[in-house]
């Protein structure tokens, strides 16, 4: 699982273009409007071979939310 978040943190630093992610960070404190926060959604859906309903979208306020909606989707 740890994998997991290392590609996630790997597909956010390059997208940001920033060194260190910190997970306590809202996504719209990183830069991201919503529709950046679909465009690294869908990148990590093809990455990972999963699907985030609109609802799940709507959760995903900081970088943990997304590590976490991430472990979830990997889990089943």
């Given at each position: 699982?740890?994998?997991a978040i290392?590609?996630?943190?790997?597909?956010?630093?390059?997208?940001?273009?920033?060194?260190?992610?910190?997970?306590?960070?809202?996504?719209?404190?990183?830069?991201?409007?919503?529709?950046?926060?679909?465009?690294?959604?869908?990148?990590?859906?093809?990455?990972?071979?999963?699907?985030?309903?609109?609802?799940?979208?709507?959760?995903?306020?900081?970088?943990?939310?997304?590590?976490?909606?991430?472990?979830?989707?990997?889990?089943?």
């Amino acid at each position: 699982m740890e994998e997991a978040i290392k590609k996630v943190q790997s597909v956010l630093t390059k997208k940001l273009k920033i060194n260190t992610i910190d997970p306590e960070k809202e996504l719209s404190a990183l830069g991201l409007d919503s529709l950046d926060v679909v465009e690294l959604l869908l990148e990590l859906e093809g990455e990972f071979g999963i699907e985030f309903t609109s609802e799940e979208l709507k959760g995903l306020k900081k970088v943990n939310d997304l590590y976490s909606a991430i472990r979830a989707k990997i889990k089943k």
